[in-house]
């Protein structure tokens, strides 16, 4: 199996299915878990220096961060559902839990912080929609966490890709910090099919191919992105979703197209 691959487990007793740590992936700055959690079921954390957004992803759910607690946070019943998440965003070093009113699917985004802003709900008219390509090329995009709203470093967005759709295509990347060309960025893919016995392509590759691995994603994978490009494929008849968590020294989403594949866009 890929190194660059991470599968979904068995809940453990706070429901988590799958962790990535900086550890783990042996970076700086993103942090990454799912649980899956029933009714009635607290996941709780806190942790100083870090930062989080909490998504959740399908399902309902309380959400207490320090004193404040958000009620129903949430509420789509599947994640390819044309609708924004719940999300919260939790100052580094504040204590949050999220208690589930139904069965839910939580994302905890998280990247290192000082703790200098309010802790806050996302409301889901700024988790602003667009769609992004044409033809075979074209998904859709909500940003629930972008550039434009306050964080210290995360940055967290979710795409829909239609069945013999590409996406992040034309490879691109951003690992090389250079000043208005591109910033350095660490990312995680977490993958959803519908139907769930679905698979799609995720290619991440360098420049130099020191880095060159086509996985092979099935449904609850995570895909880490450290450095060079990484389109995604989705076969026909396999609708895809992912949600991207990226974060790094600094909170600007700059990319460069691969510039072989570059004639794609510039195209007409």
């Known amino acids: 199996m890929s190194r660059l691959r991470v599968r979904p487990q068995s809940p453990d007793k706070n429901g988590r299915v799958l962790s990535v740590t900086p550890e783990s992936a ?10 899956a959690i029933v009714p009635g079921q607290t996941v709780s954390g806190c942790e100083a220096g870090r930062e989080v957004c909490l998504v959740v992803l ?4 309380d959400v207490r961060v320090g004193d404040d607690v958000h009620s129903h946070v949430g509420g789509r019943k599947s994640v390819f ?3 924004a998440p719940g999300a919260v965003y939790v100052p580094a070093g504040v204590a ?8 839910v699917e939580l994302a905890v985004c998280s990247a290192p912080g000082k703790g200098g802003l309010a802790a806050r709900r996302i409301d889901p008219a700024r988790m602003t929609g667009e769609v992004r390509g044409t033809g075979t090329n074209l998904r859709r995009v909500r940003n629930i966490l972008p550039e434009t709203e306050p964080a210290e470093g995360l940055l967290v967005v979710e795409v ?7 996406s992040s295509y034309p490879p691109h990347k951003h690992d ?14 977490y993958h959803r099919l519908n ?10 590759y360098t420049d130099d191919r ?12 995570v895909v880490m992105v450290p450095c060079g490009y990484h389109p995604v494929g989705a076969p026909h008849g396999y609708d895809l979703y992912y949600l991207n968590v990226m974060a790094g020294p600094e909170r600007r989403w700059v990319f460069r197209n691969d510039p072989h594949h570059e004639w794609i866009v510039k195209k007409g």
């Not at 399908?58 to 759910?61: I, N």
């Open 26 to 35: 042996g970076w700086r700055h993103v942090g990454f878990a799912v649980h």
């Open 58 to 61: 399908k399902g309902a759910a």
């Open 81 to 83: 559902e044309d609708t």
């Open 96 to 103: 949050w839990s999220v208690t589930a009113s139904d069965t």
């Open 160 to 166: 829909i890709t239609p069945g013999g759709h590409w």
């Open 176 to 189: 090389t910090a250079s000043q208005g060309e591109e910033t350095q960025l660490e990312e995680t893919y």
């Open 195 to 204: 139907p769930p016995q679905g698979f799609a392509v995720q290619r991440v």
């Open 210 to 221: 020191s880095i060159d691995e086509t996985v092979s994603v099935e449904d609850g994978d």
